[in-house]
């Protein structure tokens, strides 16, 4: 395969990914955000769900990133493509965080009802899924070279959220037996407290009854919403310095 | 970005964990003369280091199968209603007799009925101010009511008061002197959730609901003021939040009705939110010093549950996930404990976090009191709930939970299973209460569907002293005076009340664990503002403290 080198100024950050199509593929990004919002708009004013509203911009976001793979594979390679796609999913996916965010603190919903944009995706099993493949993801990217002290830290940090997503998701699948047991089939065990945030392992565990650690600001005093919030925020940014930092140190860039 | 700016942004981070400190009240007025007389205390059975229980004959009945709101159950007061020495019980009822259970020494108890049908909170006060306490109590879905005592000492007997409180709903209520003049006033609160389920509609008007405060006149007679139309009132308790030497109303709200705070400026009432945070649904409040400062704290219990296990959780989600109330941005409610401390900017900051008393279970009545005697406030919660509504899953749709006792060490809470007050019946109603004279707090609840239950203090304590007042004329019990006790270790802050906890109320005295402390001096703030000082108070017994003339 012929690898390029890659341009000081295509840096892998979300909001330039598209940016640095050629025009036509500009257009073609632009004529599918439109059409995108154009069809969610659409989705709310007959009545639909904001879920399902929202479900053919994520096809269609899902469509342009994997073209946008294939292209940067070929151009520079691999390592490249998968740093950008995964940029990209999580830039998404901080969309959805986001839009929770603004669901429970500004807009005033419950914790349970602020589910983002795709609620009907904000289930243990989707954030199970979600972050072991993030973090797969960047084992492989790892693997293939990104390695610098930002990448050991997003890789810490991502093992760290992915850890708390497994305790989360067998909690889920604990109580969830439990209330069937209980002949409750139609509550779901979403919104469990997980390792931080108000009510966590940490914050409720006897070890640390009464300590410093559970009045720590975020760490044991956030909801579920926020703790979650941030660890994505965290993820995000991490690959996005690991990446730049690869960008600008890497021979080709060097060489050129 | 160097080490140090690293640094700074994480230590402003770990410091601003710590809690503000409590300014101290300065008390200024005139002082007047008193007389003290000591009584030594009962001598106590050698100490097992537990509690002992002793069921009751009363057992507060719902309809079956419970229901919303019926599954709220009664409280219970403590007060000496035949003037023996030894505080006698009133155990509320909803479907079942209101119990006068008359204390007649090592616990055992004669217990009479009370025409008071569909009781909810009870007090045992002296309204009419002729030295005998009365029983007042709220009823459900419907207002206050008076029960006046008769005074045969032998046979205990009571009339109903003729004095009327209007076509007011009430459902909690707190007797208190707001305005100095020596008289008990009483504000009540409805509980508007239960509006469309009992009672009589009648009352439903919109104009019945709400916080009231009646004003007692020199007649006798009381003369009402809407604080607010709406009310999930719970509990209310009477508090100094601004420090101005007035003692505010503080109504705590049950779902998503904000606590509801009027500070009293004159002869005017205005409302205000001075608390950082408060319990979602506010079960019971209670006041007394917890960290030995000289002030006032405030503990406010709320539906959490103890454990964060599997079972647990399973059978607390499909309540909370049901829980869809709107939840603005400046929501100052989370669903815990909180545990209120004034600052130095007379804003209220919660730490029950920093001392590990967040969650009690489904709290019901949770009060502060020492029962070790070791100068140390410890929390004990009665808790669990039965509602078809809530709990159809769970066999008689009932949600056990261990009544939670915390022992607090001056730093944090911890759990107490060796005092065995880890009942699983269903609590409502509590008292903590010296019922045999040894200077120990003994506690009472009144359970749901269940006998009541009284737990005999036999833990090896320390020494204590209890403080009563006596004043002449309508409130000879001094309700609405404030103690400060200097002790060799600390100063310690009292409130002479009856009304604490959930839709309870206890005896008309401040009950101090000395621990260590050796105490040095007694000031006295009686409810018109005057002041006392007792030098070299007694180290043990029982306290009373006689007002001289002014």
Redesign the interface.
């Known amino acids: 395969m012929t690898t390029h080198s890659m341009p000081l100024s295509a840096s892998p950050q979300p909001a330039s990914v598209l940016g640095y199509m050629i025009p036509l593929q500009r257009r073609v990004a632009i004529a599918i955000g439109g059409v995108a919002l154009a069809m969610g708009i659409l989705g709310l004013s007959i009545g639909q769900p904001m879920w399902r509203a929202a479900l053919p911009g994520t096809f269609l976001f899902s469509g342009a990133v994997i073209i946008r793979w294939y292209y940067d594979r070929s151009q520079y390679g691999q390592l490249i493509a998968l740093m950008v796609a995964l940029l990209t999913f999580q830039g998404g996916h901080g969309v959805e965080h986001l839009t929770q965010w603004v669901q429970y603190h500004l807009l005033g919903y419950t914790a349970r009802a602020s589910s983002g944009l795709i609620s009907a995706a904000n289930s243990e099993w989707v954030h199970f899924l979600w972050n072991w493949g993030v973090l797969l993801v960047m084992l492989r990217i790892y693997w293939l070279g990104l390695r610098n002290p930002w990448a050991y830290l997003m890789l810490f940090w991502t093992i760290a959220h992915t850890s708390e997503h497994t305790y989360l998701f067998v909690r889920h699948l604990e109580v969830l037996q439990m209330l069937r047991a209980y002949g409750e089939p139609t509550i779901t065990a979403q919104g469990l407290p997980g390792i931080f945030g108000n009510d966590g392992w940490l914050a409720r565990s006897p070890a640390t009854a009464g300590t410093w650690v559970c009045t720590f600001p975020g760490l044991t005093t956030a909801t579920r919403l926020d703790v979650h919030f941030w660890w994505n925020v965290g993820e995000t940014i991490l690959l996005m310095i690991a990446a730049y930092t690869h960008i600008h140190r890497s021979p080709q860039r060097t060489a050129r | 970005m160097n080490r140090t700016q690293l640094y700074i942004p994480l230590i402003a981070?770990?410091t601003?964990?710590c809690s503000a400190a409590t300014p101290a009240i300065v008390w200024s007025g005139n002082t007047i003369p008193i007389t003290s007389h000591v009584t030594p205390y009962a001598q106590s059975i050698p100490c097992s280091d537990t509690f002992s229980p002793h069921p009751l004959t009363h057992t507060t009945r719902v309809p079956v199968p419970v229901h919303l709101f019926a599954s709220n159950g009664s409280g219970v007061a403590a007060g000496d209603v035949n003037a023996d020495g030894l505080p006698d019980l009133v155990l509320a009822n909803i479907a079942g007799e209101t119990t006068l259970a008359i204390n007649t020494g090592a616990f055992t108890f004669k217990e009479l009925p009370l025409d008071l049908p569909n009781t909810r909170a009870v007090q045992i006060v002296d309204v009419d101010g002729d030295g005998h306490p009365d029983i007042s109590a709220t009823h459900q879905g419907a207002g206050i009511s008076l029960l006046l005592n008769n005074n045969t000492p032998e046979q205990p007997s009571f009339s109903r008061a003729q004095v009327t409180f209007g076509n007011v709903r009430a459902y909690s209520m707190l007797w208190h002197d707001f305005n100095g003049d020596q008289r008990l006033d009483v504000v009540t609160g409805s509980y508007d959730a239960e509006a469309p389920r009992g009672g009589s509609q009648s009352l439903f008007d919109g104009q019945a609901n709400g916080v009231f405060l009646f004003t007692q006149n020199a007649d006798g007679k009381f003369t009402p003021t809407r604080l607010s139309d709406h009310a999930n009132a719970l509990s209310i308790t009477a508090i100094d939040i601004d420090g101005d030497g007035s003692d505010d109303i503080v109504v705590g709200n049950d779902f998503d009705t904000h606590d509801m705070v009027w500070l009293k400026h004159g002869k005017d009432w205005v409302e205000t939110q001075p608390f950082e945070s408060t319990p979602h649904s506010t079960m019971s409040y209670d006041v007394a010093d917890m960290n030995r400062d000289g002030a006032p704290d405030v503990l406010a219990a709320d539906m959490?549950p103890y454990?964060?296990g599997?079972?647990t959780?399973?059978?607390w989600?499909?309540v909370t996930?049901r829980?869809?109330?709107?939840?603005?941005?400046d929501?100052p409610q989370?669903m815990e404990n909180a545990i209120l401390q004034r600052g130095t900017d007379n804003r209220w900051y919660n730490i029950s976090?920093?001392?590990?008393a967040t969650?009690t279970g489904w709290s019901w009545s949770t009060r502060f009191g020492d029962l070790d005697n070791d100068g140390f406030l410890d929390i004990y919660a009665v808790n669990g709930m039965i509602a078809t509504e809530l709990f159809p899953?769970?066999p008689d749709a009932a949600l056990v939970e261990h009544n939670q006792a915390l022992r607090f060490d001056g730093?944090?809470?911890?759990p107490a299973p060796q005092w065995h007050l880890d009942a699983t019946e269903s609590g409502r109603g509590m008292v903590m209460t010296d019922l045999n004279g040894d200077g120990k707090l003994d506690i009472v609840v009144n359970n749901l569907q269940a006998p009541s239950m009284l737990y005999e203090n036999e833990l090896c304590a320390g020494n204590s002293l209890t403080v009563t007042l006596h004043q002449l004329g309508p409130n000879p019990e001094a309700i609405g005076a404030q103690l400060r006790l200097v002790t060799s270790t600390a100063t310690r802050w009292g409130a002479i009340t009856t009304t604490r906890g959930y839709l309870s109320g206890d005896v008309a005295a401040v009950h101090f664990g000395l621990g260590a402390g050796i105490p040095s001096a007694l000031d006295i703030r009686w409810p018109d503002g005057t002041l006392s000082h007792l030098v070299t108070p007694p180290t043990s017994g029982h306290l009373l403290i006689e007002r001289g003339a002014p």
């Open positions: 981070l770990f601003s964990a959490n454990d964060t599997v079972e959780l399973a059978k989600l499909p996930s829980m869809t109330q709107y939840h603005p941005a929501d989370l976090r920093t001392v590990a969650s899953f769970l730093t944090r809470y911890q």
